[in-house]
T-cell receptor
């Protein structure tokens, strides 16, 4: 139980294009999902908190107009990187809060590796 | 969320117990201690969590000191597949990751 998937697992795009990453909770409903970014040899950095049916809350320094988050259902959140540039190349990881798992344990997806050329 | 301090790296012999320490001296009364690990180029994997009492599951044991200012994750019989970065997180409302401990299990 408590499986989170991401799609795609990797993507290569040209500079200036937009890329959408999907995060799904497969066997539970998640009112809250989180998006992280990880650069090589660094730890995970929280980008935003996504609540179903409401606007995402972004961490300081994360551009909300560049990283569009939509949490339209209890099992799906999407992150769209708009007008991607090479510096946006990173490992993007989502997590979903599992309700009732003891202080709401978060389960993580496998990550999406974005390379912007 | 309370800040945590972990050693940057540790080695462990295969088959031996791996004991990973974590200091969280500013933890507040309602904050849980969570442990995750990340194997290279994968998403973090949940290991265990606890509030006050020691906890054990099929993966590991978590020992929390009585004053809750530190904890130890124990992998009882480490295997090569346990080589990963281990993160100790004291959680309020969301998970914020520190640098973690890079555990290398050696044959």
């Amino acid at each position: 139980g408590a499986v989170v998937s991401q799609h795609p697992s990797w993507v290569i795009c040209k500079s200036g294009t937009s890329v959408k990453i999907e995060c799904r909770s497969l066997d539970f409903q998640a009112t809250t999902m989180f998006w992280y970014r990880q650069f090589p040899k660094q730890s995970l950095m929280l980008m935003a908190t996504s609540n179903e049916g409401s606007k995402a809350t972004y961490e300081q320094g994360v551009e909300k107009d560049k990283f569009l988050i939509n949490h339209a259902s209890l099992t799906l959140s999407t992150l769209t990187v708009t007008s991607a540039h090479p510096e946006d190349s990173s490992f993007y990881i989502c997590s979903a809060r599992y309700p009732g798992g003891g202080r709401d344990t978060q389960y993580f997806g496998p990550g999406t590796r974005l390379t912007v050329l | 969320d309370a800040k945590t301090t972990q050693p940057p790296s540790m080695d462990c012999a295969e088959g031996r117990a791996a004991n990973l320490p974590c200091n969280h001296s500013t933890i507040s009364g309602n904050e849980y201690v969570y442990w995750y690990r990340q194997i290279h180029s994968q998403g973090p994997q949940y290991i265990i969590h606890g509030l006050k009492n020691n906890e054990t599951n099929e993966m590991a044991s978590l020992i929390i000191t009585e004053d809750r200012k530190s904890s130890t994750l124990i992998l009882p019989h480490a295997t090569l597949r346990d080589t990963a970065v281990y993160y100790c997180i004291v959680r309020g409302n969301d998970m914020r990751f520190g640098a973690g401990t890079r555990l290398t299990v050696k044959p």
